[in-house]
């Protein structure tokens, strides 16, 4: 498990990942909508007039970097500043506010919208991000959380450094979690209500599981975080109760949920897992059905198309694809690696996960190698400089290849890689035995012990 607390590597938990559903009315769905009012002036220093009209607000959403932006509101300030109306979006979440005048962009800000949540907005200009305040409940709670949050980074500076350890450590760590799940059950339904459950279960599961899996139990029928029951219970359970009991777990979440967006969710850790634990007909049929169901969702298309990749190519005990490269004059590759176990990492050496996990990896190579285990290492990285840069500050302890000894367009297509670091654990035979991507790599002592679990460490 992973966590937040900088003990562990980080989990990753954005804003925009909140996916939230829309309400209903007698059949028939209605569109979210939210007043929006305000005043924005402008400084003496740079107009004495005191007319303040003609400063536009908006709030748009925009899909991608590609496509247009949608204008959600759209009013232009009286002479006194003041603007009102009535906000209309398609789901509670982050959008972007702007201020403009005379054609030139002046300011801009990121807002919550939320269905019925009036959002007041007070600005002036210059000195826009200065002088801007937004309250709403839903901004209140935001402001709440970033309070803690503020403070919890602090204590993870501290444990990072050293400053704070062992049971100090673990003590300020449960204080945390702790204040985080207090926000969660006091700001009930806001966007900082979840973004609070999220950290507070990672905290949880890296000092106690079993109190984490209490707090999932808590949360697992609010359809909201049944994504997040089923990420964090899966790691867990997978790893003390086994895979059938797992299994049995997300099943139960699915029976629990009424929404398509979080059963969809459910029903991919369903498919990794299979995947993950070599059932891979299984995970195909998972996958079958999946496609018909959610098919037609362009967000998951790309997700899709790489767990098929791997489900055909890559699965475990498949033969990992071949590559090859000179390290010191020796050849390294598929072939000269039979009768070897090795991790293959696929990564940039640039990627900062990659290099809070390098320190982990070095640890695992040492105490492993003792039984005959390897590490190679192909960097995507497009310079040598940056490979050097690299080492320069660390030590060298296994095969890396030079950034000229490759296509990589090649090694992407082949080993399916979609997000860096990706590991492979490979077997003496050559086989695959897990596919690793990002965070997952936690989980590689496991796979490891698996392979030479029957063997004497080597002399």
Same mark, same amino acid.
């Given at each position: 498990?992973?966590?937040?607390?900088?003990?562990?590597?980080?989990?990753?938990?954005?804003?925009?990942?909140?996916?939230?559903?829309?309400?209903?009315?007698?059949?028939?769905?209605?569109?979210?909508?939210?007043?929006?009012?305000?005043?924005?002036?402008?400084?003496?220093?740079?107009?004495?007039?005191?007319?303040?009209?003609?400063?536009?607000?908006?709030?748009?959403?925009?899909?991608?970097?590609?496509?247009?932006?949608?204008?959600?509101?759209?009013?232009?300030?009286?002479?006194?500043?003041?603007?009102?109306?009535?906000?209309?979006?398609?789901?509670?979440?982050?959008?972007?506010?702007?201020?403009?005048?005379?054609?030139?962009?002046? *300011?801009?800000?990121?807002?919550?919208? !939320?269905?019925? %949540?009036?959002?007041? /907005?007070?600005?002036? #200009?210059? =000195?826009? +991000?200065?002088?801007?305040?937004?309250?709403?409940?839903?901004?209140?709670?935001?402001?709440?959380?970033?309070?803690?949050?503020?403070?919890?980074?602090?204590?993870?500076?501290?444990?990072?450094?050293?400053?704070?350890?062992?049971?100090?450590?673990?003590?300020?760590?449960?204080?945390?979690?702790?204040?985080?799940?207090?926000?969660?059950?006091?700001?009930? *339904?806001?966007?900082?209500?979840?973004? !609070?459950?999220? %950290?507070?279960?990672? /905290?949880?599961?890296? #000092?106690? =599981?079993? +109190?984490?899996?209490?707090?999932?139990?808590?949360?697992?029928?609010?359809?909201?975080?049944?994504?997040?029951?089923?990420?964090?219970?899966?790691?867990?359970?997978?790893?003390?109760k086994g895979l059938n009991h797992t299994l049995q777990y997300l099943d139960s979440l699915q029976t629990i949920t009424e929404?398509?967006?979080?059963?969809?969710?459910?029903?991919?850790?369903?498919?990794?897992?299979?995947?993950?634990? !070599?059932?891979? %007909?299984?995970?195909?049929?998972?996958?079958?059905?999946?496609?018909?169901?959610?098919?037609?969702?362009?967000?998951?298309?790309?997700?899709?198309?790489?767990?098929?990749?791997?489900?055909?190519?890559?699965?475990?005990?498949?033969?990992?694809?071949?590559?090859?490269?000179?390290?010191?004059?020796?050849?390294?590759?598929?072939?000269?690696?039979?009768?070897?176990?090795?991790?293959?990492?696929?990564?940039?050496?640039?990627?900062?996960?990659?290099?809070?996990?390098?320190?982990?990896?070095?640890?695992?190579?040492?105490?492993?190698?003792?039984?005959?285990?390897?590490?190679?290492?192909?960097?995507?990285?497009?310079?040598?400089?940056?490979?050097?840069?690299?080492?320069?500050?660390?030590?060298?302890?296994?095969?890396?290849?030079?950034?000229?000894?490759?296509?990589?367009?090649?090694?992407?297509?082949?080993?399916?890689?979609?997000?860096?670091?990706?590991?492979?654990?490979?077997?003496?035979?050559?086989?695959?035995?897990?596919?690793?991507?990002?965070?997952?790599?936690?989980?590689?002592?496991?796979?490891?012990?698996?392979i030479i679990k029957t063997e004497e460490p080597a002399s």
């Amino acid at each position: 498990m992973q966590s937040k607390s900088g003990l562990f590597p980080v989990l990753l938990v954005t804003a925009g990942a909140l996916l939230l559903s829309a309400c209903t009315f007698d059949q028939q769905q209605v569109q979210p909508s939210a007043p929006v009012m305000g005043t924005i002036t402008v400084a003496d220093s740079v107009d004495s007039s005191r007319d303040f009209s003609g400063i536009e607000v908006s709030i748009t959403k925009k899909d991608s970097a590609q496509a247009d932006a949608d204008t959600l509101f759209f009013q232009v300030t009286d002479s006194t500043g003041h603007f009102s109306g009535v906000a209309m979006f398609p789901e509670k979440q982050f959008y972007t506010l702007r201020i403009d005048r005379n054609q030139q962009q002046l *300011g801009q800000a990121s807002v919550i919208l !939320a269905d019925g %949540d009036t959002l007041r /907005i007070e600005a002036e #200009l210059p =000195g826009f +991000q200065q002088a801007l305040t937004i309250n709403s409940a839903e901004h209140e709670a935001l402001g709440q959380y970033r309070r803690v949050n503020q403070n919890y980074q602090r204590v993870v500076s501290f444990i990072q450094r050293g400053v704070l350890k062992g049971d100090s450590a673990r003590t300020e760590l449960q204080k945390f979690a702790d204040l985080y799940w207090e926000i969660y059950e006091n700001k009930t *339904g806001t966007l900082a209500s979840r973004m !609070a459950a999220v %950290d507070a279960i990672d /905290i949880y599961g890296s #000092l106690d =599981g079993r +109190q984490m899996m209490q707090k999932l139990r808590e949360v697992q029928d609010n359809d909201q975080l049944a994504a997040v029951a089923a990420r964090y219970g899966t790691s867990y359970l997978a790893e003390n109760k086994g895979l059938n009991h797992t299994l049995q777990y997300l099943d139960s979440l699915q029976t629990i949920t009424e929404d398509s967006v979080a059963s969809m969710n459910i029903q991919q850790e369903q498919i990794k897992l299979l995947y993950d634990s !070599a059932r891979v %007909d299984q995970a195909k049929s998972q996958l079958a059905e999946f496609k018909k169901r959610f098919g037609d969702n362009r967000s998951v298309k790309s997700w899709v198309e790489g767990i098929e990749y791997d489900l055909n190519y890559l699965s475990p005990g498949d033969t990992i694809p071949p590559f090859a490269f000179k390290n010191n004059g020796k050849l390294i590759s598929r072939d000269s690696l039979l009768g070897t176990p090795y991790i293959l990492e696929i990564t940039l050496l640039s990627n900062r996960l990659y290099q809070n996990q390098y320190d982990r990896t070095f640890v695992i190579h040492n105490i492993y190698k003792n039984f005959g285990l390897e590490v190679v290492t192909i960097p995507l990285d497009q310079s040598q400089v940056t490979i050097d840069a690299f080492f320069s500050e660390r030590e060298k302890a296994w095969p890396v290849a030079s950034a000229e000894a490759f296509d990589r367009q090649s090694v992407i297509e082949k080993f399916n890689i979609r997000l860096v670091p990706t590991r492979f654990l490979v077997d003496r035979n050559g086989e695959i035995v897990r596919k690793y991507i990002g965070e997952e790599y936690q989980d590689v002592i496991q796979g490891i012990q698996t392979i030479i679990k029957t063997e004497e460490p080597a002399s």
